[in-house]
């Protein structure tokens, strides 16, 4: 069995990728970079999500000889002109600290009128090769950003945001209904098809 690299140490996407890759029927030994403690972070420098996948899939690919999988990822605000974007897990200063990073998003939306806080999560899936073999895929999950947090689920910004068509946040779905729907979801069922074709090439 292929062992695929994750490229993550977060707990909660490591867990919602190894089911989305399971459903899919990917059959190949998932692990997170938590297996290989030796190698450190890499620097998120780029500047849209797939350049900063790309940068850890390369990263780990490099580092273990091991095809990797990677994705960035984050919530992008119509009013806010796209933003938090590349810098959602971050957006208060304190890389991953969620709770500070929604009280700030909210406070800075707390006049924008329902109609107006339209928001959508993105997600940029990459696989990288240790020969350099590269490939992306993106999803998107569009909803409208609630007013105070609901739900106990996900991470992030799950609790904020309600998707299209939708009563409750993310937060508020359980976990296989969000998978099913979610930006990363669709990104990386995207690139299972990709994933077959490279790594039985």
């Not at 689920?153 to 309600?162: R, S």
Request: with cysteine; proline share 5%; net charge negative.
């Amino acid at each position: 069995m292929t062992r695929l690299i994750l490229a993550t140490r977060n707990a909660g996407k490591i867990t919602e990728l190894r089911a989305i890759l399971a459903d899919a029927g990917l059959d190949h030994e998932l692990v997170g970079a938590d297996a290989y403690p030796e190698i450190p972070d890499v620097k998120e420098t780029g500047v849209t999500f797939a350049e900063n996948a790309l940068l850890k899939a390369h990263a780990l690919a490099q580092a273990t000889g091991l095809p990797a999988v990677a994705d960035d990822s984050g919530l992008c605000v119509d009013v806010l002109g796209g933003a938090p974007g590349i810098f959602s897990a971050r957006w208060s200063g304190t890389h991953g600290d969620d709770p500070a990073n929604l009280e700030l998003l909210l406070a800075q939306l707390g006049d924008i009128a329902p109609e107006h806080r339209a928001a959508h999560f993105a997600c940029a899936a990459a696989l990288a090769l240790p020969d350099g073999t590269e490939r992306v895929v993106e999803g998107r999950l569009r909803g409208t950003l609630r007013t105070a947090p609901a739900g106990t689920g996900g991470f992030g910004y799950d609790p904020i945001l309600q998707p299209e068509g939708e009563t409750r946040t993310c937060a508020e779905l359980s976990a296989a209904e969000k998978n099913a729907i979610s930006h990363r979801g669709q990104a990386f069922r995207a690139l299972v098809p990709v994933l077959r074709e490279v790594l039985a090439g």
